[in-house]
């Protein structure tokens, strides 16, 4: 049996950055593919740069090609790539075309299956027309909402030929590189599982020896499937921090004026939401009773000057397991409830409280802090503050949030090698031109 190959995929948009992590993995991979945000950054510069460097590699570049196939494969086997990849969705005439120019200068090319609706006809149509590998491809946007590559690799690796080798990309780690050696892949393409890690060359060693030993355990692996659980949700959510998350909701999210009581907690929760007139604490306290282990209690008060919640509350709060309050408005008896050391968020501390009432609603859709919370959203909180995030694409924002805490971890690893962050990041060259 052949060694299976582990491609790096350089998904970045700085050249010498690309570089250094792909010194640091060489030792463990076989291929290094100048990525489409790196082409795009860069253009066949990057290819140029890559091939320098890296002499005993293989190097790919990934065009992208959806028209003009002949001219683009073209220019990237001339800057010095061994295999070009187009879009498999890109029109027959295209591929004819890049497949052409393909054999003409020598290299080889590989088609993308990213949003192919029927990608195991689309596959056996893409050997007809004489493409040399088929890469089995779930996008990063795709990924964030539960899409799996592994799902279909099977039935694509069985849907064609031997001839054709069959890559594998999307969101891979070392478990999931098994699996894709075990179920027939020939390239196995990993990209942040690498690049944004703290130790480079460790995490590709891991993942060279997972792809070996999935290897040499053909047949024995199932596919996986991600189900965006609300237990999935909530591991993700706990990982990342409030800043990741505001910065995967492209900086919304964020209650204005509401920072922690205690601090050093972090809660992750769904809602139970409260709408109650100033002061008026009945139906915040009867929220305790609907809410259950894990639930974050919030509530909208109207004002900042009179308390709907105090230290007995909370008290009942933590006999039910609630996981966090959080409190557009005032919340008193700060000195009982920092002594209980329990998670709860607001904007102001007084000493007075109002009366029970009972004007108000449980279950409602609220604002709270500026933002818009409805009942059974999720919840973040942590010493920066509180982010909401609405229930229907919570997995979606907790995937895209772990790949913002993964960037900064590589990040941060660069700058404890001396490099600024102002450096790390090249922020003169991505200035925005007035």
């Not at 809602?271 to 008026?280: F, K, N, S």
């Not at 509530?299 to 397991?321: E, F, Q, Y």
């Amino acid at each position: 049996m052949s060694r299976k190959k582990l491609q790096l995929a350089l998904d970045l948009l700085e050249i010498d950055r690309a570089i250094r992590i792909a010194e640091e993995a060489a030792e463990y991979i076989d291929l290094i593919e100048a990525g489409t945000p790196l082409v795009k950054s860069e253009g066949m510069a990057a290819v140029r740069a890559l091939r320098k460097a890296f002499p005993d590699h293989g190097i790919v570049a990934d065009m992208k090609t959806m028209d003009t196939g002949a001219i683009e494969v073209e220019m990237a086997a001339k800057s010095g790539a061994d295999i070009v990849a187009i879009l498999g969705g890109a029109d027959d005439s295209t591929i004819e075309d890049a497949v052409r120019s393909a054999r003409k200068y020598g290299v080889a090319l590989m088609a993308d299956l990213l949003s192919v609706d029927d990608p195991i006809n689309r596959a056996k149509k893409l050997e007809e027309l004489g493409i040399e590998c088929i890469c089995v491809h779930v996008g990063i946007d795709q990924q964030m909402k539960g899409m799996d590559a592994l799902a279909i690799l099977k039935d694509v690796v069985d849907a064609v030929g031997a001839e054709v080798e069959i890559a594998v990309a999307g969101g891979l780690d070392s478990e999931d590189a098994a699996k894709a050696a075990s179920l027939g892949a020939d390239t196995i393409i990993i990209g942040g599982a690498i690049t944004r890690s703290g130790n480079v060359a460790s995490s590709a060693e891991e993942i060279r020896r997972a792809i070996d030993h999935g290897s040499a355990q053909a047949g024995s692996a199932e596919p996986a499937r991600k189900q965006p659980s609300d237990g999935a949700v909530i591991e993700l959510l706990r990982v990342v921090s409030t800043p990741n998350i505001s910065d995967a909701m492209h900086h919304k999210g964020a209650m204005k004026g509401i920072l922690p009581i205690c601090t050093g907690h972090k809660i992750v929760g769904r809602a139970i939401t409260v709408r109650t007139l100033p002061g008026d604490w009945a139906k915040p306290v009867e929220a305790i009773d609907r809410a259950g282990a894990g639930n974050v209690i919030v509530i909208d008060n109207g004002r900042a000057d009179v308390a709907p919640w105090g230290g007995l509350a909370t008290l009942s709060c933590m006999n039910r397991k609630i996981a966090g309050v959080v409190i557009d408005g005032a919340v008193r008896d700060v000195d009982e409830i920092r002594k209980f050391d329990y998670p709860l968020f607001a904007c102001a501390i007084v000493p007075n409280a109002g009366e029970p009432k009972g004007y108000g609603e449980i279950g409602v859709e609220i604002v709270c802090g500026g933002q818009v919370v409805r009942d059974g959203d999720y919840i973040v909180g942590d010493d920066s503050g509180v982010v909401v995030i609405p229930k229907e694409r919570a997995y979606e924002i907790a995937r895209r949030a772990k790949e913002v805490y993964k960037t900064e971890l590589r990040i941060r690893s660069e700058i404890e090698r001396g490099k600024s962050l102002s450096e790390v990041l090249d922020l003169a060259k991505w200035e925005k031109i007035l």
